[in-house]
């Protein structure tokens, strides 16, 4: 550690450590354009000039890349240090003359124009921190400084204005660019945003959700730079308990287990489907998903509700059953729809000023609490109209020239087609089963009704069951339903786990099947025909033998055995002739 | 005391079983010194009017041999039927109807079609038809009533024992009437003598394995391994549906066995069990390619009920489809 | 009296005999000429069975297990698909249209196709007459 002075305040550092830094510390703020922490230093705008005194000798240096020795006295702020950065001011302004943040810099030295010359269509100022960044820490090696003197300018490989191939759209340079000389289209949609809620930009590493657990940050491999170049790894270098782990890969655990709770929940009906209601297509129009990401105090806009503007709504419309109750796409009822839209009309009118129109078929307010919900939701004077909404349009409001919605829809109270203008639209989209539920179910083999979703053993007397012993369901896998309902099945399901558990012991059904041993001659029909490999064949007797416990009583030994020496219990050969018998008892004879 | 009497017939049958009676070598004559025979038309001259001086229950046993299919087998079979103590289906004819019996898989009319009418050395210009009754002017003759359909013996007249095999292996043969003349406790009624419980597999010295079957082959078709299983070889081998007690003579030789001693106890239907069991192993789940596996069986009912067709549950050919198709 | 057809069902447990109790529960009409008999898997269905009950005086019969890549036991339902198509061949042999024999998949979830398999069944059975095997 040294020590230095620093407008006549003394500061320890480590040696070699940058004046810019040191000052930092003692609360200095040095002006810079150029110095981006993590990237080498390079001394291109020279705004950062101080005058450092070692014993008798003075200099004018750049605070960015000049290191702290002992004993030396710092001065950031005097007449010769501030003549140096107007001079290096008027220089730039007169590169970039309509830079806001190199004007307002200059204005702060008192530079208001520049003898050096007006150019308002150039941004660069030529620091390379783009340059640096790409090279050094995303190591993707694409931007580069081409030609010299005047002509001097930051380029990608051979000038090309798609350079795609090399390019991995990080955004870094655009991110660093003191100027804004380089921008990047469509940046969030470009960074790894979870689809389904593109309310703001995300990074490589983030933690997926407020409730997740567990609660810790996860790499997006395809968003990261380290993953996909090897460079970066800034997040380890901050990460002072040195938990990020790059090399870390995705592990297939294997567990033996004796009992199964299916729990894998649903998906939101992609609204885009619909084309009438402009989801994906006209801003602020929003799935439900993301009004509530909105609402919630840690969303990104803080719990606000806010147009892309920026602006306060002054209208919102929430258009329930998109996707549900509709021969075209969903028969069921979503079912938790009309008590979230009745949830997101309360809080937005305790948040905003905003009138609310709830488009609605019928209002299902079914559970308990629920109507009387309804009832104080419309004291609070929201405006309920009864009808689909029939398609959202962009329209204007008044004389403005910002586009507004219109909403159109028959309002089948009064008998009348209306069009309601709302600066924002949300659409209650259906609960639906996971894309992969099919997979799921054969995993599981596990059926699933007409509606997709996976069947209960018994709609009343088992909602929980499934046909296979020891496989339960909860939560909207089985069909959509709310909170309360999806936390009693699964209490309800972990109740039975839970009693079999503390049982110990299984009861298997009877059906089974046995092999009589003084008639199976060792054909070896069975043997490969038992989907649970329960029949072995005993070498010394020459017979196949039943393992009864694996076993699970099909039949299909039962019926291929060509000698009948397979017994079924429960439905053996002559149980099933007597069944015959008996139900074609009236069947004339010949 | 007088010996006790013994009587044999045959039916419909191709006399293969009086031979393997003969066939027991020189045991035939501790038969014949065990037993008074009373009728063999085979072997000796008997006439039916002999038979039925006897008093009713008056021959001890009678082994029964040949399918039904006329009215004189049927008169014949009941009169024995009244006149033994013990009647035996003796053969696959008598037990299941046999080769006999796959002429169920036609008809009356077809047949005398075929035999009066069709085949080519045949010369019926007259298109005559055997008639039950003739009038000439001696007066009236009577021939045998020919049967739409062919019976096992227990379709017929009630049967006490059973012996398989066509023909019966001779060394169970001997089993069986040593078994008579040593005057041991009879078995209970209904009982299959001369032959084992379990499948023909079990005296099959062929290694077995689990069953995949992609395609089956006729005997012509290849030449089978002489140690594996010839079902696992694709050749259409009834061993596994069928009762053993031969000493799997067939499929010692490499000859599929045809299924003459008939089904195990435990299988109701010989046929569908082994229709059941082959389509469980052919090794395909489109339902295309399971055509084609099964196209390769050339002639179903006549492979799997070779020997007992009049004995199963359809027992003969309906006239469903004749009727309904165009 | 016009021809009602005597049509024997073997329905699997688990989808198709409980397909049929959808039905019921969703009070869709099913022809009542249709008879079930349940076992645990159409795999368990002998060929005998199907044979026996057209001796018994069946003018059909209907074989219903789970869709395939369902089977309760996930292979069962194969075994009967193959057996279904051997056995249709027999049957023609033996002089009985194979049509009176009928496999289909009805799903535990899918009361409204049992009712349409079992119509089509019917009308099917009904069409080709009566069989008259039973002595």
Same mark, same amino acid.
């Given at each position: ?24 510390? =003692? ?71 309509? +830079? ?65 191939? %090399? ?18 289209? *469509? ?50 270098? %901050?990460? /002072? ?11 297939? +655990? ?50 606000? &509700? ?43 009118? *305790? ?27 419309? *004291?609070?004077? &929201? ?29 089948? =109270? ?5 069009? %309601? ?14 894309? *992969? ?18 069947? /209960? ?9 499934? +046909? ?60 490969? =025909? ?27 030994? &039962? ?32 | 005391?007088? $010996? ?5 017939? @045959? ?28 009728? @063999? ?71 005398? $079609? ?32 020919? @049967? ?25 043969? @001997? ?152 | ?21 959808? !039905? ?33 005086? !069946? ?77």
């Amino acid at each position: 550690m040294i020590k230095l002075r620093i407008d006549g305040n003394e500061v320890e550092v480590n040696a070699g450590t940058p004046l810019l830094k040191a000052a930092q510390k =003692l609360n200095i703020e040095i002006p810079t354009l150029c110095y981006y922490e993590g990237i080498e230093p390079y001394a291109a705008c020279r705004v950062c000039m101080v005058e450092v005194v070692r014993g008798r000798r003075r200099r004018m240096v750049t605070a960015c890349n000049y290191p702290a020795t002992d004993g030396i006295e710092v001065f950031t702020e005097n007449e010769r240090v501030r003549r140096a950065r107007r001079l290096n001011l008027e220089m730039l302004l007169g590169r970039c003359s309509e +830079v806001p943040v190199i004007r307002e810099l200059a204005a702060k030295y008192g530079v208001e124009k520049s003898r050096f010359g007006y150019d308002p269509k150039e941004k660069c100022i030529l620091c390379g921190l783009c340059v640096r960044m790409c090279s050094d820490i995303v190591k993707a090696n694409v931007l580069s400084f081409a030609y010299s003197g005047p002509r001097r300018k930051v380029v990608t490989p051979f000038e090309r204005e798609m350079a795609t191939d %090399v390019c991995i759209a990080c955004g870094a340079c655009a991110h660093v660019c003191p100027t804004g000389a380089i921008t990047i289209e *469509d940046l969030s949609q470009r960074r790894g945003e979870v689809p389904e809620m593109p309310l703001g930009p995300k990074t490589a590493i983030s933690i997926p959700f407020q409730q997740a657990v567990p609660k810790v940050p996860y790499i997006d491999p395809d968003a990261c730079i380290k993953m996909q170049t090897g460079g970066c790894g800034i997040c380890a270098q %901050v990460c /002072e308990p040195e938990a990020i782990n790059y090399t870390m890969q995705d592990e297939v +655990v294997e567990l033996d287990v004796g009992q199964i709770l299916v729990a894998t929940g649903y998906q939101i009906f992609e609204a885009s489907q619909m084309a009438q209601y402009g989801y994906g297509k006209l801003d602020n129009v929003l799935s439900a998903l993301e009004f509530e990401k909105m609402l919630n105090s840690t969303g990104p806009t803080g719990g606000r &509700v806010l147009m892309k503007n920026g602006k306060e709504p002054r209208a919102i419309g929430l258009i329930h059953c998109i996707g549900s109750r509709d021969a075209r796409y969903h028969k069921y009822c979503s079912r938790v729809c009309c008590m979230y839209a009745l949830k997101f009309a309360h809080l937005v009118k *305790d948040r905003t000023n905003a009138e609310v129109y709830q488009f609605y078929i019928d209002m299902r307010a079914f559970g308990k609490g629920y109507e009387e919900f309804y009832s104080r939701i419309l *004291d609070e004077g &929201v405006n309920m109209i009864r009808g689909k909404a029939a398609e959202v349009v962009e329209a204007t409001w008044g004389n403005e020239r910002e586009g507004h919605l219109l909403v159109r829809c028959e309002d089948t =109270l009064i008998g009348k087609f209306r069009e %309601v203008p709302v600066d924002m639209v949300v659409l209650c989209a259906a609960i639906e089963p996971n894309a *992969d539920q099919d997979r799921i179910g054969q995993i599981f083999s596990l059926s699933r009704s007409p509606d997709g979703f996976f069947l /209960e053993r018994h709609p009343k007397l088992d909602p929980m069951g499934t +046909v296979n012993d020891g496989i339960y369901l909860a939560g909207c896998c089985q069909g959509p339903k709310d909170i309360p309902d999806t936390v009693a099945q699964a209490q309800g399901a972990a109740a039975r786990i839970l009693a079999l558990i503390s049982k110990g012991e299984v009861f298997l059904d009877p059906i089974r099947a046995c092999i009589d041993e003084n008639l199976c001659g060792g054909c070896k029909v069975c043997n490969n =025909l038992c989907p649970y490999s329960a029949i072995t064949f005993d070498d010394v007797k020459k017979v196949s033998i039943v393992n009864e416990t694996l076993c699970k009583g099909c039949g299909t030994c &039962v019926a291929a055995c060509p000698a009948g020496a397979i017994t079924g219990s429960g439905f053996t050969d002559e149980q099933i002739f007597a069944e015959i018998e008996g139900i074609l008892a009236d069947a004339g004879n010949k | 005391m007088p $010996k006790p009497k013994v009587a044999l017939y @045959w039916a419909a049958s191709c006399g293969g079983c009086e031979i393997t009676v003969v066939d027991i070598e020189a045991h035939i004559l501790d038969v014949a010194n065990a037993f008074d025979i009373v009728f @063999w038309p085979c072997l000796m001259d008997f006439k039916v009017k002999d038979v039925e001086a006897i008093e009713d229950g008056g021959i001890f046993v009678t082994l029964f041999n040949g399918a039904i299919r006329n009215s004189e087998q049927e008169h014949l079979a009941k009169l024995l039927r009244r006149k033994s103590k013990v009647l035996v289906a003796f053969g696959s004819c008598a037990h299941e109807g046999c080769i006999p019996g796959l002429a169920n898989v036609t008809n009356r009319d077809e047949i005398f $079609k075929t035999v009066y009418h069709e085949t080519v050395s045949t010369d019926n210009t007259k298109g005559v038809l055997p008639q039950p009754k003739t009038e000439v002017p001696e007066g009236v003759l009577e021939i045998p009533e020919f @049967w739409n359909k062919v019976c096992a013996l227990d379709q017929v007249v009630d049967v006490d024992y059973y012996v398989p095999g066509c023909p019966p292996q001779s060394n169970q043969v @001997w089993a069986v009437l040593d078994h008579l003349i040593q005057g041991k406790p009879l078995p209970p009624k209904g009982s299959i003598l001369g032959a084992g419980q379990k499948s023909c597999c079990d005296e099959c010295p062929r290694v077995r394995k689990e069953k995949k079957l992609k395609r089956f082959y006729r005997t012509h078709e290849i030449i089978p391994n002489p140690d594996e299983c010839l079902l696992d070889q694709g050749l259409l081998c009834m061993g596994p549906a069928t009762r053993d007690g031969c000493g799997a003579k067939c499929v010692k030789v490499g000859i599929p066995c045809r299924g003459c001693y008939g089904p195990p106890p435990g299988s109701h239907d010989m046929g569908m069990k082994m229709i059941s069991a082959l389509s469980s192993v052919i090794d395909s789940e489109d339902p295309a390619e399971i055509d084609r596996i099964i196209a390769t069986i050339a002639d179903p009912v006549g492979t799997f009920y070779r020997f007992n067709l009049a004995h199963s549950i359809l027992y003969r050919v309906q006239d469903d489809v004749k009727e309904k198709r165009p | 009296m016009p021809f009602e057809p005597k049509i024997v069902g073997f329905l699997c447990n688990w989808c198709s005999y409980t397909g049929a109790d959808l !039905a019921g529960v969703s009070r869709i009409k099913w022809p009542p000429n249709v008879r079930p008999i349940r076992v645990m898997c159409s795999g368990r269905i002998d060929p005998t069975f199907i044979v026996k009950a057209f001796r018994e005086g !069946a003018d059909g019969v209907l074989v219903s297990g789970c869709h395939p890549g369902d089977c309760h036991y996930y292979q069962g339902n194969y075994k009967a698909l193959r057996r279904y198509h051997l056995l249709r061949r027999v049957l023609e042999q033996f002089g009985i249209h194979p049509d009176r024999l009928m496999l289909t998949w009805v799903s535990a979830a899918e009361g409204e196709r049992w009712a349409k398999v079992t119509n089509e069944i019917t009308e099917r059975v009904r069409k080709l007459g009566p069989l008259h095997l039973k002595d």
